[in-house]
């Protein structure tokens, strides 16, 4: 951490674009002025705090309401990456937006964004990830999608869908191999309803 000492009036630049000016010191308080692009958003970290604590607190309570009610999807193998999470609940963003989100009862806060594999990719062999399923019961496949941290173009796992029962509520990933099938499939080659996803 950069410690620094300044008076009242006196001005420290962070990048080109961002100022934090000392405005007055008065009884161990200190005033400060913040000048930054209207893009960057500036928070006081308890208020943050604050309201990543609620939304902790939502978020458990929603998850242990869906677990009361019996809608968690299990996956008994687990998912690669993730093997000590075996318990899910499938949440809607909204209804218009085709990527939903599913939720680890174990802990609210791993997230997996996915998407439906029959509504986004037009010819995706579905059959060969039923069979991969071994399960006699109708089933939902979808995609892992992935959004890059840095803002980059988000990504869908094609080799490696999830198959779900829709009676059983169990689950399965599964390993589709095929040519031409990626771990990280540009979405914007991910069709979604007759359009292409926006990346």
């Not at 009036?9 to 005033?31: K, M, P, Y």
């Amino acid at each position: 951490m950069l410690t620094l000492t300044r008076r009242a009036g006196q001005t420290i630049l962070i990048g080109a674009d961002i100022e934090v000016t000392v405005v007055s010191v008065s009884g161990g308080r200190v005033r400060l002025g913040i000048k930054a692009p209207r893009a960057l958003p500036v928070h006081r970290q308890e208020l943050v705090e604050r309201v990543s604590d609620e939304n902790k607190r939502a978020l458990a309570r929603a998850v242990e309401q869906g677990v009361a009610a019996g809608a968690q999807i299990s996956f008994p193998e687990g998912i690669f990456g993730l093997s000590e999470h075996r318990d899910w609940l499938l949440c809607d963003f909204d209804t218009d937006n085709p990527i939903r989100v599913l939720v680890s009862c174990r802990d609210p806060e791993v997230q997996l964004l996915v998407v439906d594999a029959e509504t986004a990719w037009e010819g995706y062999p579905i059959k060969a990830a039923t069979a991969a399923f071994a399960r006699d019961e109708e089933v939902a496949v979808a995609f892992i999608v992935t959004v890059p941290a840095d803002g980059g173009q988000p990504t869908a796992n094609l080799l490696a869908p999830l198959v779900v029962g829709l009676e059983s509520r169990v689950g399965r990933q599964v390993v589709v191999e095929r040519p031409g099938l990626s771990v990280a499939a540009p979405i914007g080659q991910v069709r979604v309803g007759s359009s292409a996803a926006a990346g």
